[in-house]
């Protein structure tokens, strides 16, 4: 098992329904948002499957500054309300993680990332997680159709639920084919907690490969992105 920690750029929160901007998706590729507006440097709170995998190294950077806080301004959301003072940050460890392939093969297709917070305390996370499809090394950018924002925090309560997405394009050079991904977390500065291997399935619960040449990473919300 290896673990990495690598210094990149400060994302922030994400969008809570975004419009792909795929061919013959009818998306503008302008971001929407879905709950709440935009606000800098919030703390929100969600509360309440998937199982962990192995680790291995990542490396790369992103240099987006985007964020969307999609939540009730009254800092209250998922049956309570928890402060930043009493949370931490997620380490990764306390996280259940799944990946559902959608729409595979057609306009929109993406992974929907859910991360469970399977701990008995809060804790939050910020900006969007460090993803790497199949056995690469390169960190996947974030995406430009989250809205622009401030280095919002989530704070996830046990049983709590967040959510991020990978946009998927295979219409360009250099497809390549994979049935798995790594997932890591940020602080917030950027820095990359371990990374942890998840292999991606279809609503049946069967292993799904997916195909790509060029894909992106929204950042973690309180709601599903691209949820149509």
Known sequence: MRTSRI???TLAVGTA????????CGGSGSAVGGAAGTRTGTTTTVGGSAGAGNARQVSGTDDGKNVLASVSRSGSAGGGTVTSGGAVLCAGDEM??????RFPDQPGEHLLITARNAGSEPCWVTSSPSVVLGDGSDVLPHSTKDAPGGSARITVRPGGKVYSAVALFADGPGPRTAAGLSIALRDGTGHM???????????EGAPSSF????ADVTNWNTARPYDF
Request: proline share 0%; charged share 15%; glycine share 6%.
């Open 17 to 24: 329904a975004l419009a792909l901007s795929l061919t013959a």
């Open 193 to 203: 907690g371990r990374a942890v291997e998840q292999d991606a399935r279809d609503g």
């Open 96 to 101: 259940a993680y799944s990946v559902l392939h």
């Open 211 to 214: 195909t790509w040449s060029s």
């Open 7 to 9: 210094s990149t750029a």
